[in-house]
């Protein structure tokens, strides 16, 4: 076989070889970035024990000497280190420990390393252009669960009467943006569905946080074909109607 066929061969046989080694190390990397386990991230070498450990005892969190609103805590730390350090992690650890000269640095270390993996993951998902607000909101949610156990999450994140009224605005605005031909009809009934199994027993308290223009939002989403078809006189009229008519049917 001539020299030259010979190399021509060699150096299609090493091309083939590195295409393939490339391919795989593409799809590997793919694969361990897609199926990465937020709980993961949620620690360094100095707060891997720690983080773990909390998690099956999260109630020294509110043993005493650990600061009583944690979210307040942990976001008045992150800004610490992103304007008074400069993003310098290691000036953050060193702060707890000259703050908290026990175990408790170790321990809030722990969890700061997990909210701002939160963080900063639910910030990748609130700037993705391919979701609706709601499931921004439903993804950032889930995203809490997945990395913090039950009682560290209602420490961090305690829930409050205004945040079933913003998850059920979203979710009908999604609805109304994925079902633009849909019928108002079929529209107010799946908002009085989801806002009875958002409010629950808690509907009277959640109401009195509703804000003054929750209601004729909803309004605007429910019965939007309706009204671009009337004039403004008749749109005042059927928006003020339909106002007390949505009350009467939740709250009777």
Request: net charge neutral; hydrophobic share 35%; glycine share 2%.
């Amino acid at each position: 076989m001539p020299v030259n066929k010979k190399k021509t061969i060699t150096f299609l046989f090493i091309l083939i070889l590195l295409s393939l080694f490339l391919s795989g190390l593409v799809y590997i990397l793919f694969l361990k970035k897609t199926n990465e386990d937020p709980k993961q991230s949620s620690y360094d070498s100095r707060s891997e024990v720690y983080w773990q450990r909390l998690q099956n005892r999260p109630e020294v969190l509110i043993g005493p000497g650990y600061p009583q609103d944690l979210r307040d805590f942990l976001e008045t730390l992150r800004g610490k280190e992103s304007y008074l350090w400069k993003g310098d992690r290691d000036k953050t650890y060193e702060y707890l420990l000259e703050t908290y000269p026990d175990e408790r640095a170790h321990v809030l270390y722990a969890l700061y390393v997990a909210f701002m993996n939160w963080k900063e993951k639910s910030l990748e998902l609130e700037q993705s252009e391919d979701l609706t607000s709601y499931e921004k909101l439903t993804a950032v949610n889930r995203l809490s669960e997945q990395i913090f156990p039950l009682m560290i999450r209602n420490l961090i994140f305690p829930k409050h009467p205004t945040t079933p009224p913003v998850f059920l605005l979203s979710y009908l605005e999604d609805y109304v943006q994925k079902n633009p031909y849909s019928y108002s009809r079929e529209r107010k009934r799946i908002f009085l569905k989801k806002k009875k199994e958002l409010y629950q027993s808690e509907k009277w308290e959640i109401q009195s946080w509703e804000s003054p223009t929750f209601l004729r939002q909803v309004i605007e989403l429910i019965y939007s074909r309706e009204i671009l078809e009337m004039s403004e006189e008749e749109k005042t009229s059927y928006r003020n109607a339909k106002l007390e008519e949505l009350k009467a049917d939740f709250w009777n």
